[in-house]
Each structure stands twice: as C-alpha cells, then as structure tokens.
C-alpha cells in the first residue's frame, strides 16, 4: 500500500508540474496562506479539497472532534505562527456533521484517552441539554452539539491571549465558524463569527 501511495504521489507530481511548470519552486520559496484552519482529522475532512483550495493556501491543525483546548501547545503554537509569522487574518473553527467524536463523547461507554480529549463537547452536552433534549433523533442531536461544539470553539479561540493580543495591536483578525456536509460536500456558515470590533463589545479584547 506504501508503493501504491508513492506512485500516487508521483503521478501527481508530474500532472502538477505539466500543467504549471514552476509551481513547485515557487512553493517552496514561500508560504503565505490567507486562512488558518482548525479542524477535525477525520480522513474525510481535509481541509485543502473541501475548501477548494490549492496547497500553500491554508494552514491547517486538526485534532479528534476539533476541540479548543486552553491547554493544547500544539493548536496554541500553530495559532500564534499563523498570526504572528504568517499575518494570517482569516481563522476558521470547521467541524462536520457525523462526527465520530462527538458520538464518542455521547455514548456511555469508555473510549480510553478519547474520553479525556472530549470532555468539554460532554461539558457542552450538559449546558444545552434542554435545547438538545427536544430532538427526537439521535443523530440530528449529535449534528447540533457538533454545531454548538464549532461555535465554542470560536468562543474559546478569541478568549486566548494570542488572538487579545492581536486585536489590542490592531490587527484585523476574524475567527469564524463552519461545519461541513459529508453527505453532500458543502460548507455552512454558522453565523459566529467574532472579529476585531465585536471582540471589543463582548469584552475579548
């Protein structure tokens, strides 16, 4: 299978190459992506094809559940050099719908460290519990808690110290929420979206 994916990578390199023949050397000059995008690793999620993007214009962290933890120096690290390094100024918080962590974190049975990683979608679950209460079918619920779980993601995203500081020096940064469709491949805004101005009125900034 190893063979398979290098062949794979070749073929596609050649059929880049022909049809852009400097494409790769200027790649490799440079990176100067517009957006920075938080999402889930689910395999069926990636970044680059769903947004119709070209590599080098999205710079991505995935993690189970695209969960904002406070704690994560990997997702705090990449933040801070999409910000301060790459002067991106359009961060996005993407989940999707059938996600397998939020069923995990559903479910009442034990998922080993999982269980760890998805305990603030379970502390989610808790707080809107009346809201999601009222959906008869499991799986429309858990497709609104992964809605809920993209929105406190935006939440917790402009709340760290790295997105204050940007906006206190003027920085122009927007952090928004989408979730994506397996079913039919599209992107859906979730209306969240905090920037500068409205960081400054909910007292982020």
Known sequence: MLNDLLRGNVAWSAERHAKEPGYFARLATRQTPEFFWIGCSDSRVPANVIAGLDPGEVFVHRNVANVIHSSDMNMLSALEFAVEALNIREIIVCGHY?????RAATEDMPHGLADHWLEPIRRLARRYADQLSVIEDVETRRDRLS??????????????????????RGDPVKVHGLIYGLRDGLLRNLDCTISREAAQLEGFA
Do not use: H, K, Q, S
């Not at 059938?98 to 939020?102: A, I, K, L, T």
């Open 98 to 102: 059938g996600c397998g962590g939020v």
């Open 147 to 168: 809605e809920l779980n993209v929105i406190e993601g935006v939440a917790r995203v402009a709340e760290t110290p790295i997105l204050r500081d940007a906006w206190r």
